[in-house]
């Protein structure tokens, strides 16, 4: 059995403006705050002496590595995110930053959401990917336009009910 898998696919480089600087705050935070407490809790943990019977300097040790890990990826994901701003030429029509209000045509029900980057999806919101199946399907749509949509579940039919923009 081999370990090797395909590369996954590239998310879309787009976000919102206040994804973009949630991010950004987030790298603040990571590089000012908690990196520089880590790293003197690790000297503290080191100077106790013998390192491999250590689980504080283990422990911080990992952490600073997830620290750095994610600063990482924050300053290269941040270099390459375009932020959208403002409404696009066609509010009548679901595009990025769209919040909208679909319904299911077999049992009825609804459910809002709203197109985000994928860096900034939160399920418990109705933010969803633009790069997600759901998302795919209902961009161009307009109200009271129905579409089909595979999702995990199996295929689902759903109709638009309402669209608008912040």
């Known amino acids: 059995m081999s370990r090797w898998r395909p590369p996954s696919e590239h ?39 013998d390192r ?16 750095d890990r994610r600063v990482r990826y924050l300053s290269k994901r ?29 049992s009825g029900e609804t459910a809002r959401y709203r197109i985000v980057g994928p860096d900034e999806t939160d399920a418990k919101a109705g933010d969803i990917s633009v790069d997600s199946p759901l998302a795919r399907a209902a961009l161009k749509k307009r109200v009271d336009d129905e579409f089909e949509v595979a999702l ?11 669209i608008g923009y912040d």
């Open 11 to 49: 998310s879309t480089a787009i976000i919102t403006r206040a994804g973009f600087e949630r991010l950004r705050a987030e790298l603040d935070e990571l590089w000012r705050l908690r990196r520089p407490e880590v790293v003197k809790a690790l000297a503290a943990a080191a100077a106790e002496g």
């Open 52 to 67: 491999s019977e250590n689980a504080e300097y283990t422990y911080r040790k990992k952490q600073l590595g997830e620290i």
């Open 78 to 106: 941040l270099e390459v995110l375009k932020v959208a701003e403002g409404r696009p030429s066609d509010p009548g029509a679901v595009f990025f930053g769209a919040r909208f209000e679909i319904e299911d045509t077999d």
């Open 152 to 162: 995990p579940a199996g295929p689902r039919r759903y109709a638009i009910l309402a």
